[in-house]
């Protein structure tokens, strides 16, 4: 049998779900790992999300997820690099964002690329080595047909897709804080896979945490086909409809869905939050002038985030004498509850950027 639930229960149970009533101070959202591009946003996630100083120390970054910089839990890089392996010559394709049309790639097949990269890479990483000259030195190790010309930096490299995605199986992370960019050798890192391991995991922490959802979303997510994703569904799932479309989550977290009710908070979410990776934007905000808002090309708002609801967008700026001045953009009016919940929300974010005092607009 098929459960019917509205939109507004799927954002109840994801607000709950995702850690966001503030009930611990280790998430288990955590599972999916924090993005943390523009760097910084990942520590203000947490910090939506607990009381304490969101310290990310002693957490682990790496470009995972679609080649995106992720903090993840201690020890978690080896059994990623297994599960974000390639599953098939198709999904590599995809993850390498090649054009299905392409022909010049020096013989090899995406799968080989990824090899290719990925064991040169480790090859070439002996110790801290910043992006640039990782990048000069993987370059002279594939095809020509495997670079392009960069006016930015004018010189001959690497295409930066197929470079992110080989650093994790090469057993590399990144140095949190450091500029330039820097490459380190990961906690607990092996060899580069032989093949894909657990990607169903990737896939039930998905339907957990930003479900229900659909073969098509998970692809998006992971960057690859539905087709793929299709033919690797995981086991133990509950259909649900949601307004009438057929969506899917993990069958232990259906009487959490069905008797989800409406959470009272107040949120600042910033850019790149676990609650905004959801690849079904009209569920979260079914105004498309509104995604328009929030989802930009460049340069993301975060997003406020009232009981459940996306209620508006804020950004911030450093002002002058070391204040944060933010700015929210409301898609209606909010409440004096509701604002004055948001004020305290912008201290928090203040808080956590280390600067003394904040400003608070609306519009």
């Not at 073969?215 to 995981?234: C, F, G, I, Y």
């Not at 406020?304 to 204040?323: F, N, P, Q």
Request: glycine share 8%; with cysteine; aromatic share 6%.
């Amino acid at each position: 049998m098929t459960t019917e639930v509205s939109r507004e229960q799927v954002l109840w149970y994801r607000t709950r779900q995702q850690g966001l009533l503030r009930e611990s101070e280790h998430p288990e959202v955590l599972e999916l790992g924090l993005q943390d591009s523009p760097a910084g946003v990942a520590r203000l996630a947490l910090a939506a999300r607990t009381t304490g100083e969101a310290d990310l120390s002693g957490f682990d970054l790496a470009w995972t997820l679609r080649g995106a910089p992720y903090f993840h839990r201690p020890g978690e890089l080896a059994r990623l690099a297994a599960e974000l392996w390639p599953w098939s010559e198709a999904d590599a394709q995809a993850r390498l964002l090649w054009p299905r049309s392409r022909t010049s790639t020096g013989g090899l097949t995406p799968l080989a690329t990824y090899r290719l990269l990925a064991e040169s890479l480790r090859s070439i990483v002996v110790g801290p080595m910043t992006k640039g000259a990782a990048s000069a030195a993987l370059t002279k190790l594939v095809p020509p047909e495997q670079t392009r010309w960069c006016p930015g930096c004018k010189s001959q490299h690497v295409y930066e897709q197929p470079f992110r995605l080989a650093a994790l199986p090469a057993g590399l992370g990144i140095e949190p804080g450091e500029s330039p960019l820097t490459l380190v050798h990961a906690h607990n890192a092996k060899g580069v896979p032989e093949q894909s391991a657990g990607a169903e995991r990737l896939m039930r922490a998905y339907l957990r945490f930003l479900g229900p959802a659909t073969p098509t979303e998970v692809a998006k997510w992971l960057d690859t086909s539905a087709a793929e994703v299709r033919s690797r569904w995981p086991e133990g799932l509950a259909e649900v409809r949601v307004d009438g479309r057929k969506c899917w989550l993990p069958s232990d977290r259906l009487d959490d869905l069905v008797s989800a009710q409406p959470p009272e908070l107040v949120r600042l979410l910033p850019t790149s939050d676990p609650f905004l990776q959801a690849r079904d934007r009209a569920v979260v905000l079914p105004h498309k002038e509104q995604q328009k808002t929030l989802w930009t090309i460049l340069g993301s708002p975060g997003a406020v985030l009232v009981d459940g609801e996306v209620l508006g967008v804020w950004r911030a700026k450093l002002g002058r004498k070391d204040r944060l001045d933010v700015t929210i953009t409301q898609f209606g009016e909010l409440d004096p509850p509701a604002r004055e919940a948001a004020r305290a929300e912008a201290e928090r974010v203040a808080g956590v950027r280390g600067v003394p005092s904040v400003s608070v607009s609306f519009s």
